[in-house]
C-alpha cells in the first residue's frame, strides 16, 4: 500500500475516535465481561487441578465460567456444593 493511503486511513480513525467516543462505552463492558470470563476459566482449571486429589471434578463449559467469573469464589463455592450434593 501507499504511505499515504495509510496515513490517510490512520488518520480517518483517529477522528472518527475523537467524535464518536462516548460510543465507546459498551464496548469497555463487553471488554471486562470477557476478562471476568477468562478468570473464571482459570479459577475452574485451578480447582479441577486440586480437585484431582480430592476426587472433585466440575466440568469447564461457557455455563461453569459465567458463574464462576460474574460471582467469583462464592460462584465456585455453589458449584462444588451442587456437585457434591445434589449430583
Known amino acids: 500500500m501507499n504511505s499515504i493511503v495509510v496515513i490517510t486511513v490512520v488518520a480517518c480513525l483517529i477522528f472518527l475516535l475523537l467524535v ?3 460510543s465507546l462505552k459498551p464496548l469497555r463492558l463487553l471488554g471486562h465481561g470477557l476478562i471476568k ?3 473464571g476459566a ?3 482449571f485451578l480447582l479441577n487441578m486440586v480437585g484431582t486429589y ?4 466440575i466440568p469447564i463449559n ?3 465460567v459465567t458463574i ?3 460471582l467469583g469464589i462464592p460462584g ?3 458449584l462444588v456444593a451442587i456437585e457434591q450434593f445434589i449430583l
Open 68 to 70: 464462576c467469573g460474574f
Open 62 to 64: 461457557l455455563a461453569t
Open 20 to 22: 464518536f467516543g462516548a
Open 54 to 57: 480430592l476426587n472433585l471434578h
Open 76 to 78: 465456585i463455592a455453589a
Open 37 to 39: 470470563l477468562m478468570i
Open 42 to 44: 482459570v479459577f475452574l
